[in-house]
C-alpha cells in the first residue's frame, strides 16, 4: 500500500488485512518493551493544518513504537501562515527527508492531491480532509468492534450483520463518511440517525438506512453500536438546528436513550465529545462506551498503517 487516502475504495479484503496487521500491532503494546525497529531510519513528518487531539498525538505514538524519526509540524505559528502553498510546504519536508506525510486539511481532498500530484515521492496518509473521509478513525473504529464483537477471534472476520447507527451532524462529519464505506464493506447495516438539516443531499446513494428520529431508530434496529458524532460548528455557515437545548433533546444520547439500547450495545465516539449535549456522561462514562478504547486502538491502527505504506506491504 503506497498512499492511504480513504476508506471508499478499500475491498474488504483489504480492510480485514489492515484490521488483521493491527491485531499484531495491538499484540506489541501489551509488552512492557512496547518499541519495534520497523521504521528504523526513516522520517515521518505530521502535517496538520487543523487541530487535533488524538489523531496528532497517536499517530506520533505510532511512528515512535515503530522507531521511526518523527517530526510533528503544526502549521499555526509556520510559514503556513505566510501564506505558502501545500505544495511548497510538502517539498520543503520532503527537502528534509520526509518519506511518509501525515496530512489533516480543512480542504477536501487535499491529501489526494499531495499523493497524485507527483510534487513529492513520499507516501501519503490522510488524517482528516475537510468533510470527505478519516480513514485511520474508521479503521480504528472498526477494530475496536471486532474487539468487542468477536474478542480473541476478531482475527480475519468482518463485522457481518453487525447493526451500528451512526447519529448527528453526518454533514460535516468525515469521520461518518469513512466509517459508513468501511463498515458497509466489512458487511456492517449502518443507520444514518439526524436532523433533516446534517443529512447531505443525496445520500439515498449511501449504502445505508436513513433515520430522522432516533428513539424509532433504536427501538426498530435494536444495534449493536451506536456512534455519536460531534456537532462540528467550525465546518457551520448558518444554523443548522433551533438551539442546543432542542438538539441534546432529540439527538443526543441522553442517560434514558442509553437505558433504552440493546443491553449489550456499545457506545462510540471520535471525540471530542462535547458532554451534555450529543452525549450524556452516564453513556459516556459507562463500562460500555468504548471512546478510550478506541483511542488506545488509534496507536495501533496507525502503527499498521503506517508500516504498510511506509514498506509498501500489501494491503
Ligand atoms: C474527528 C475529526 O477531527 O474528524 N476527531 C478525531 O479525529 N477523533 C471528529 C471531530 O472533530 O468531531
Known amino acids: 500500500m503506497r498512499h492511504l487516502l480513504s476508506t471508499k475504495t478499500l475491498s474488504r479484503d483489504e480492510?480485514?488485512?489492515?484490521?488483521?496487521?493491527?491485531?499484531?500491532?495491538?499484540?506489541?503494546?501489551?509488552?512492557?518493551?512496547?518499541?519495534?525497529?520497523?521504521?528504523?531510519?526513516?522520517t515521518v513528518v505530521?502535517?496538520?493544518?487543523?487541530?487535533s487531539t488524538r489523531t496528532r498525538i497517536s499517530f506520533e505514538a505510532a511512528a515512535k513504537r515503530l522507531s521511526a524519526d518523527v517530526i510533528s509540524f503544526a502549521t499555526k505559528g509556520s510559514s503556513v501562515s505566510k501564506g505558502e502553498s501545500l505544495q511548497d510546504t510538502a517539498q520543503t519536508l520532503e527537502a528534509i527527508g520526509a518519506d511518509v506525510i501525515v496530512l489533516r486539511h480543512s480542504m477536501s481532498g487535499a491529501p489526494a492531491v499531495l499523493a497524485e500530484s507527483g510534487w513529492i515521492s513520499a507516501s501519503v496518509l490522510n488524517a482528516g480532509d475537510g468533510t470527505h473521509e478519516h480513514p485511520t478513525q474508521a479503521l480504528?473504529?472498526?477494530?475496536?468492534?471486532r474487539r468487542r464483537i468477536h474478542g480473541d477471534a476478531s482475527r480475519g472476520r468482518g463485522l457481518d450483520g453487525v447493526r451500528v447507527l451512526i447519529v448527528g451532524d453526518i454533514l460535516h462529519s468525515r469521520v461518518a463518511r469513512s466509517?459508513?464505506?468501511?463498515?458497509?464493506?466489512?458487511?456492517?447495516?449502518?443507520?444514518?440517525?439526524?436532523?433533516?438539516?446534517l443529512?447531505?443531499?443525496?445520500?439515498?446513494?449511501w449504502p445505508a438506512t436513513?433515520?430522522?428520529?432516533?428513539?424509532?431508530?433504536?427501538?426498530?434496529?435494536?444495534?449493536?453500536?451506536?456512534?455519536?458524532?460531534?456537532?462540528?460548528?467550525?465546518?457551520?455557515?448558518?444554523?443548522?438546528?433551533?438551539?442546543?437545548?432542542?438538539?441534546?433533546?432529540?439527538?443526543?444520547?441522553?442517560?434514558?436513550?442509553?437505558?433504552?439500547?440493546?443491553?449489550?450495545?456499545?457506545?462510540?465516539?471520535p471525540g471530542p465529545m462535547n458532554r451534555g449535549f450529543e452525549i450524556s456522561s452516564a453513556a459516556?462514562?459507562?463500562?460500555?462506551?468504548?471512546?478510550?478504547?478506541?483511542?488506545?486502538?488509534g496507536v495501533s491502527t496507525r502503527m499498521a498503517a503506517l508500516y504498510l505504506t511506509a514498506t509498501g506491504g500489501a494491503a
Do not use: C
Open 15 to 42: 480492510a480485514i488485512q489492515i484490521l488483521d496487521v493491527t491485531e499484531d500491532m495491538a499484540a506489541t503494546q501489551q509488552r512492557e518493551v512496547k518499541k519495534l525497529p520497523t521504521l528504523r531510519g526513516k
Open 46 to 51: 505530521n502535517l496538520f493544518f487543523e487541530d
Open 140 to 145: 480504528l473504529d472498526a477494530f475496536t468492534l
Open 179 to 197: 466509517n459508513l464505506w468501511l463498515l458497509s464493506v466489512l458487511g456492517a447495516e449502518v443507520t444514518l440517525v439526524g436532523p433533516p438539516t
Open 199 to 205: 443529512i447531505p443531499f443525496g445520500i439515498e446513494a
Open 210 to 269: 436513513v433515520s430522522y428520529d432516533l428513539d424509532e431508530a433504536i427501538a426498530t434496529v435494536r444495534p449493536d453500536a451506536v456512534m455519536m458524532l460531534r456537532v462540528q460548528r467550525e465546518r457551520m455557515n448558518a444554523a443548522f438546528f433551533p438551539s442546543e437545548r432542542e438538539y441534546a433533546g432529540l439527538w443526543g444520547l441522553s442517560a434514558a436513550r442509553f437505558a433504552a439500547l440493546p443491553e449489550t450495545a456499545v457506545v462510540m465516539h
Open 284 to 297: 459516556a462514562d459507562s463500562s460500555r462506551s468504548t471512546v478510550l478504547e478506541q483511542v488506545t486502538a
